[in-house]
């Protein structure tokens, strides 16, 4: 077998074949639904390549205002990752001999605890932000011997079955049967409610995203500070979910340090490499990962088969590098601070336009209803037939008219959210302002526009 000859395989070729569709092909083999709403809200663009804080439709270029949902924080196919790649590649290195130890996961482990908030010195690698997640869950209940999990309404944690029970959205579970026993809900940033749970003696953690995704809702300053206390008096660890907010996401390596809040476990995922492999990691305090490798025969009792890989590993260091050497943080803190400025002018001279929050790039503006009559009317027809119609109708021109790709910022709600690369300059930031005031200008006018986008989606919709 070892003389064979390779035959060479041509990647290139079976990317760019004329014939290949590739909306065609997610709908027949990946997810048909998924297909179909691309169609309708004009998504079914076929991207040729990424660079940067752009993806570009052969010589069209739009701003990516999703990132990969967060994680090209360095921006698309950074060079300085992809060169650490093919280096690792060519290295031929001894990846995941399983009983052995590695090298890449040994050095990137020591870098993450030393630029982690307070002292998570311990880390466990996985693939995703989810199963992160579930580490915690799992670690938060062997480190105290007890079950309950405690996490905020509109939380958003993942979407497997551990992850998901702690959801704060029901429409994520609907239709999945029974959840994780022991998980309850709390309203965010309310610390007389934590404490009302945590005072039952019986909490194992409470989880929660220091600025949470969905809608991006940000705390009190006293909330954080506030919770961790509460579960150190009550014996519960406190579990902070960086998995979207880390690595300068909201202006700082970490959204723990806008409150100086120290995690027992902190979840981090998205960003770390740099967008090219999956990973995941759970760092945790010491005394908590003891308790769950407690002995030498439960020292594999919590893995996964591609933990410390190598090429994620070595993403993860070149990520680390970037971040730092490119000032890529502080970048985040400064057009994050340009772009909210720009979003409030919005705000204080549009009536839909109700509010801007954020920190850093991670930025929602939310409409609400007008108080002109027609308008008001435009809008109560499209949030009858359906609730996620009016953002939709704003980021739909957004792509076509302005080339900006964005995202709803969550179910029921009416609001946008950017999460774009933090590599973004000052001309990206006063393109994406510019273009969101004149969508929310047009929307202003009914008949417009933006209201003949929302009846097209209405139509789509009765269709369903
Ligand atoms: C805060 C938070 N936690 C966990 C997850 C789940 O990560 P993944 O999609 O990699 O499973 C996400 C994903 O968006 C997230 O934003």
Same mark, same amino acid.
């Given at each position: 077998?070892?003389?064979?000859?390779?035959?060479?395989?041509?990647?290139?070729? @079976?990317?760019?074949?004329?014939?290949?569709?590739?909306?065609?092909?997610?709908?027949?083999?990946?997810?048909?639904?998924?297909?179909?709403?691309?169609?309708?809200?004009?998504?079914?663009?076929?991207?040729?390549?990424?660079?940067?804080?752009?993806?570009?439709?052969?010589?069209?270029?739009?701003?990516?205002? @999703?990132?990969?949902?967060?994680?090209?924080?360095?921006?698309?196919?950074?060079?300085?990752?992809?060169?650490?790649?093919?280096?690792?590649?060519?290295?031929?290195?001894?990846?995941?001999?399983?009983?052995?130890?590695?090298?890449?996961?040994?050095?990137?482990?020591?870098?993450?605890?030393?630029?982690?908030?307070?002292?998570?010195?311990?880390?466990?690698?996985?693939?995703?932000?989810?199963?992160?997640?579930?580490?915690?869950?799992?670690?938060?209940?062997?480190?105290?011997?007890?079950?309950?999990?405690?996490?905020?309404?509109?939380?958003?944690?993942?979407?497997?079955?551990?992850?998901?029970?702690?959801?704060?959205?029901?429409?994520?579970?609907?239709?999945?049967?029974?959840?994780?026993?022991?998980?309850?809900?709390?309203?965010?940033?309310?610390?007389?409610?934590?404490?009302?749970?945590?005072?039952?003696?019986?909490?194992?953690?409470?989880?929660?995203?220091?600025?949470?995704?969905?809608?991006?809702?940000?705390?009190?300053?006293?909330?954080?500070?506030?919770?961790?206390?509460?579960?150190?008096?009550?014996?519960?660890?406190?579990?902070?979910?960086?998995?979207?907010?880390?690595?300068?996401?909201?202006?700082?390596?970490?959204?723990?340090?806008?409150?100086?809040?120290?995690?027992?476990?902190?979840?981090?995922?998205?960003?770390?490499?740099?967008?090219?492999?999956?990973?995941?990691?759970?760092?945790?305090?010491?005394?908590?990962?003891?308790?769950?490798?407690?002995?030498?025969?439960?020292?594999?009792?919590?893995?996964?088969?591609?933990?410390?890989?190598?090429?994620?590993?070595?993403?993860?260091?070149?990520?680390?590098?970037?971040?730092?050497?490119?000032?890529?943080?502080?970048?985040?803190?400064?057009?994050?601070?340009?772009?909210?400025?720009?979003?409030?002018?919005?705000?204080?001279?549009?009536?839909?336009?109700?509010?801007?929050?954020?920190?850093? @790039?991670?930025?929602?503006?939310?409409?609400?209803?007008?108080?002109?009559?027609? @308008?008001?009317?435009?809008?109560?027809?499209?949030?009858?037939?359906?609730?996620?119609?009016?953002?939709?109708?704003?980021?739909?021109?957004?792509?076509?008219?302005?080339?900006?790709?964005?995202?709803?910022?969550?179910?029921?709600?009416?609001?946008?959210?950017?999460?774009?690369?933090?590599?973004?300059?000052?001309?990206?930031?006063?393109?994406?302002?510019?273009?969101?005031?004149?969508?929310?200008?047009?929307?202003?006018?009914?008949?417009?526009?933006?209201?003949?986008?929302?009846?097209?989606?209405?139509?789509?919709?009765?269709?369903?």
């Amino acid at each position: 077998m070892s003389n064979t000859p390779h035959t060479p395989f041509d990647l290139r070729a @079976l990317h760019d074949a004329e014939v290949t569709d590739p909306l065609a092909l997610i709908g027949q083999h990946i997810n048909p639904t998924y297909s179909k709403v691309l169609k309708i809200l004009g998504y079914d663009i076929n991207y040729t390549h990424g660079r940067g804080a752009y993806l570009y439709d052969g010589e069209t270029q739009y701003i990516d205002g @999703l990132g990969g949902f967060g994680v090209f924080a360095c921006g698309r196919n950074h060079p300085v990752i992809r060169d650490a790649l093919k280096q690792a590649m060519d290295m031929d290195l001894p990846n995941l001999p399983k009983f052995g130890p590695t090298r890449l996961s040994g050095l990137l482990a020591k870098q993450l605890v030393d630029i982690a908030p307070g002292d998570l010195n311990t880390v466990y690698y996985c693939n995703s932000g989810a199963e992160s997640v579930e580490t915690a869950i799992k670690y938060a209940r062997a480190a105290t011997g007890r079950d309950r999990i405690v996490y905020c309404k509109k939380a958003y944690h993942g979407l497997t079955m551990g992850a998901l029970a702690l959801n704060g959205s029901k429409d994520f579970r609907e239709g999945f049967g029974s959840m994780l026993d022991n998980c309850v809900d709390v309203p965010f940033n309310d610390l007389e409610a934590l404490e009302e749970k945590l005072r039952r003696g019986d909490v194992a953690g409470f989880i929660v995203e220091p600025i949470q995704g969905k809608g991006v809702f940000l705390p009190d300053d006293d909330y954080l500070p506030g919770a961790v206390e509460l579960c150190h008096k009550y014996g519960a660890v406190f579990i902070a979910d960086e998995v979207q907010t880390g690595f300068g996401r909201t202006g700082k390596m970490f959204a723990c340090e806008h409150w100086g809040v120290e995690p027992d476990i902190m979840c981090v995922s998205k960003a770390l490499s740099g967008g090219y492999v999956p990973v995941g990691a759970t760092l945790s305090k010491r005394w908590v990962h003891n308790k769950v490798f407690s002995t030498m025969d439960r020292v594999l009792v919590h893995s996964t088969t591609f933990g410390q890989n190598d090429l994620a590993m070595a993403a993860g260091l070149a990520t680390l590098h970037v971040l730092k050497t490119e000032k890529i943080v502080e970048n985040s803190a400064t057009m994050g601070e340009r772009l909210i400025g720009r979003f409030q002018q919005i705000v204080d001279k549009y009536d839909m336009a109700k509010q801007v929050r954020g920190k850093g @790039l991670m930025v929602a503006l939310e409409y609400g209803p007008p108080k002109g009559i027609t @308008l008001k009317a435009g809008w109560a027809l499209l949030h009858k037939l359906d609730q996620g119609l009016f953002p939709q109708a704003i980021l739909i021109p957004l792509l076509s008219d302005h080339r900006i790709l964005a995202q709803v910022a969550g179910h029921h709600m009416d609001v946008i959210k950017l999460t774009p690369p933090l590599v973004l300059s000052e001309a990206d930031v006063d393109h994406i302002a510019d273009a969101i005031e004149t969508v929310t200008a047009a929307c202003h006018k009914f008949p417009g526009p933006v209201w003949e986008v929302g009846k097209r989606l209405s139509q789509a919709v009765l269709k369903r």
